[in-house]
């Protein structure tokens, strides 16, 4: 494999992800002193601005991308980071992207779980193994929901906001796994080779978000 090529420490990479929060991402960086707008609607993946790249990436792709030093950090919702297992930085919580990660069933549901659909293997096995549930776990993508509905599983693992979409198809939250919010994570070697412009940014972000 060739070697990257060494990057000015002045200069960040920054990972970012497409969808609903790459609009509030873009606009908090700014708020906390990048240069930062946010990127026309293109094909382009890679966005430069000055002393800054943007990654534009998938929101898994974020702690991989950050955990192995191709970005110096990223922000990426803390369900995918949980779900990633990257062992990455993560200083600030920016409050915003919130959802929870809930075991939900149709409702009225009460017998025994055997089969769970998820798009979150790792976090579901986590939590039914806490409760000595020896459920299998199928991975799916998409419409999860239709897996209680069809009966290809007896309960599901997924992304809760407002919950309309389970009350148009008879389903229920039983149990909240988690809640989720949009992190900012950090190279933990970037994090001293590029500390004059991460610090000074982790403590804005940490001034902005504060409650």
Do not use: W
């Not at 240069?35 to 094909?43: D, F, G, I, Y």
């Not at 009460?110 to 790792?122: C, E, F």
């Amino acid at each position: 494999m060739t070697p990257a090529p060494t990057r000015d420490p002045g200069h960040l990479t920054l990972a970012l992800p497409k969808g609903r929060i790459l609009e509030d991402a873009i606009a908090l960086l700014s708020q906390a002193g990048l240069p930062l707008t946010m990127p026309e609607k293109s094909r382009a993946l890679r966005h430069e601005f000055p002393g800054v790249t943007v990654l534009e990436l998938r929101n898994q792709d974020v702690p991989v991308y950050v955990d192995l030093g191709v970005a110096d950090a990223g922000i990426v919702g803390k369900d995918v980071l949980i779900e990633s297992g990257r062992t990455v930085y993560e200083p600030v919580d920016l409050r915003f992207a919130g959802c929870r990660l809930s075991l939900i069933r149709e409702v009225g549901a009460d017998g025994d779980i055997a089969r769970v659909g998820t798009k979150y293997p790792r976090a579901a096995r986590a939590y039914l193994n806490a409760r000595g549930i020896p459920a299998e776990i199928v991975k799916l993508s998409g419409n999860i929901e239709l897996a209680c509905l069809t009966g290809l599983a007896d309960a599901v693992v997924d992304l809760v906001q407002t919950g309309s979409t389970l009350r148009a198809n008879n389903l229920e939250e039983v149990d909240v796994l988690f809640h989720s919010t949009a992190r900012l994570v950090v190279n933990r070697a970037a994090l001293k080779t590029r500390r004059e412009r991460l610090r000074p940014l982790i403590e804005r972000l940490r001034e902005l978000t504060s409650v």
